[in-house]
């Protein structure tokens, strides 16, 4: 194919996505962009005309970090527009939600409940009454209570996902969590052709399905060759916008609380030993650097207890999820366990607005450490955290090599020394999350005898301005030699 002097790259890897999750964005109530707490209302008041009462209102995306002012919504909010129906809106992050009146009622919540153990019941400090606003493990006691998706709606939404990641120059997705009935229906979906992009999944656990995982063992190349069941998604703490990171001291803006830890040691480390015994990679959500020296400790223990010669794999190449915020002497600590900082640049970006008030100044210093990390020979690779973030290849490229906001936005304090070369951040999307799903003699650069993955943009990335990136087009994405998605012809 003579593609006229496009820019043919390696095919990209979102190392870290939410397939289902990116396909229920776009089908349901999308809180994306929310602008305040009045611009919330507005939308729930204009989604409150559909459907009938006492019939759930979900939706997801809203993040308080980017009002003004930067506070929380609460039951209030939501019962001055539908208190007739409950309401349950999960921040983008995925890690809070905030519910109104009727949803509390359902799931009898009232100012004596206790905090679960990993979450937060948000209360009033004057009244002692919730506000609405869950954190984390907090979030699952009105959740049950939501009607599940039916098989339908979940393959409609995994359908739409995929055609998106394609559309958007993604040759595979890493899945970071799901359960063993998504990768069954995902099955279902490549045996119908429905889908073209490639998986590498993790099941959520702690769970039965992870025990099952552990007594199966890994599961490569299934489903035609397109999907991977390797690896056991974990939890130690939430997220930094809800506070629910777990910091080793307290949070510079809330200094009665250091967040909270989600799993504990005596839940975890059998996993981890059991699953070096088969062979199977583990992957820890961890943002705050309690939440991450409490992971790395806990990954050095069973590599102690289990020795090599038990092993499957000697180099199991666990991951740490985000990896946000480090303490300077734990970031040695990766390179020197063989553990892969799986990290998503546009999170760098997105949380510049508020961070510097979570942590301080010198906290700063080992949050989004790309550069530091890899400077101590540690494998980092890039991903969006979709739907979280809105999962673009070029924003996820751009955010890395320029460590400022879309608009061109980043103060003196925002450690612009962290950025990366575009060598090292398209290396980031393509052969390093090849070895982190250990397909790197397969796949991951463009080299005779490797799959035929490739991701062709309007604009060569590596050599236009920094500015430009944002502006580059995705042309055609090829997934094993076939052509999966062309840009359509311009409008004339």
């Known amino acids: 194919m003579d593609m006229h002097g496009l820019t043919i790259l390696p095919g990209l890897t979102d190392s870290h996505?939410?397939?289902?999750?990116?396909?229920?964005?776009?089908?349901?109530?999308?809180?994306?962009?929310?602008?305040?707490?009045?611009?919330l209302k507005d939308r729930l008041r204009e989604r409150a005309k559909q459907g009938t009462p006492g019939e759930w209102l979900t939706g997801r995306g809203w993040i308080e970090s980017r009002w003004t002012p930067p506070t929380f919504p609460s039951r209030t909010d939501l019962d001055e527009i539908a208190s007739d129906r409950p309401v349950f809106l999960e921040r983008a992050d995925g890690h809070a939600a905030v519910v109104n009146g009727l949803a509390l009622k359902l799931a009898r919540i009232d100012r004596n409940t206790p905090d679960p153990a990993g979450g937060r019941i948000l209360k009033d400090p004057t009244t002692g009454e919730p506000t609405g606003m869950l954190i984390d493990n907090a979030m699952d006691l009105v959740q049950h209570l939501v009607p599940p998706p039916t098989d339908a709606q979940t393959e409609q939404a995994l359908e739409l996902g995929a055609e998106r990641s394609v559309r958007l120059g993604w040759t595979q997705l890493q899945i970071a969590g799901n359960s063993f009935h998504e990768v069954d229906l995902l099955c279902r979906l490549y045996a119908a052709g429905r889908i073209k992009l490639r998986l590498y999944d993790a099941i959520y656990g702690p769970s039965a399905d992870v025990q099952r995982l552990l007594a199966e063992g890994p599961s490569i190349n299934r489903c035609g060759d397109r999907l991977t069941v390797r690896g056991i998604k974990l939890y130690i703490d939430g997220a930094l916008g809800s506070r629910g990171a777990a910091l080793l001291a307290p949070y510079s803006d809330a200094p009665d609380t250091r967040g909270l830890t989600v799993n504990?040691?005596?839940?975890?480390?059998?996993?981890?030993?059991?699953?070096?015994?088969?062979?199977?990679?583990?992957?820890?959500?961890?943002?705050?650097?309690?939440?991450?020296?409490?992971?790395?400790?806990?990954?050095?223990?069973?590599?102690?207890?289990?020795?090599?010669?038990?092993?499957?794999?000697?180099?199991?190449?666990?991951?740490?999820?985000?990896?946000?915020?480090?303490?300077?002497?734990?970031?040695?600590?990766?390179?020197?366990?063989?553990?892969?900082?799986?990290?998503?640049?546009?999170?760098?970006?997105?949380?510049?607005?508020?961070?510097p008030s979570r942590l301080g100044p010198e906290r700063l210093k080992g949050a989004y450490a790309w550069r530091s990390l890899l400077d101590t020979g540690a494998v980092v690779v890039a991903g969006s955290d979709a739907p979280v973030e809105k999962g673009d290849p070029l924003i996820e490229f751009y955010a890395a090599v320029a460590r400022r906001s879309v608009d061109g936005y980043a103060d003196e304090n925002w450690h612009l020394e962290q950025r990366v070369s575009r060598t090292r951040a398209l290396k980031m999307l393509s052969s390093g999350p090849a070895y982190a799903a250990f397909q790197e003699n397969e796949r991951g650069s463009i080299e005779v005898g490797k799959i035929a993955d490739f991701t062709v943009l309007s604009d060569d990335i590596m050599s236009i301005p920094e500015a430009d990136i944002l502006r580059a087009r995705v042309v055609m994405t090829v997934i094993g030699g076939e052509v999966v998605y062309t840009e359509p012809p311009a409008n004339h």
């Open 264 to 355: 504990s040691e005596a839940t975890l480390l059998p996993i981890l030993t059991q699953a070096l015994r088969r062979g199977l990679q583990v992957e820890t959500h961890a943002i705050g650097d309690r939440g991450n020296r409490i992971m790395l400790d806990l990954y050095e223990k069973a590599f102690d207890s289990v020795p090599v010669k038990g092993r499957p794999i000697a180099a199991p190449r666990w991951r740490i999820e985000h990896a946000q915020i480090l303490s300077p002497g734990d970031i040695p600590r990766f390179a020197q366990l063989g553990v892969i900082a799986s990290m998503q640049p546009s999170h760098a970006i997105s949380d510049l607005y508020f961070a």
């Open 17 to 39: 996505a939410h397939l289902a999750g990116i396909g229920f964005r776009e089908l349901s109530f999308n809180l994306e962009g929310t602008a305040s707490v009045a611009d």
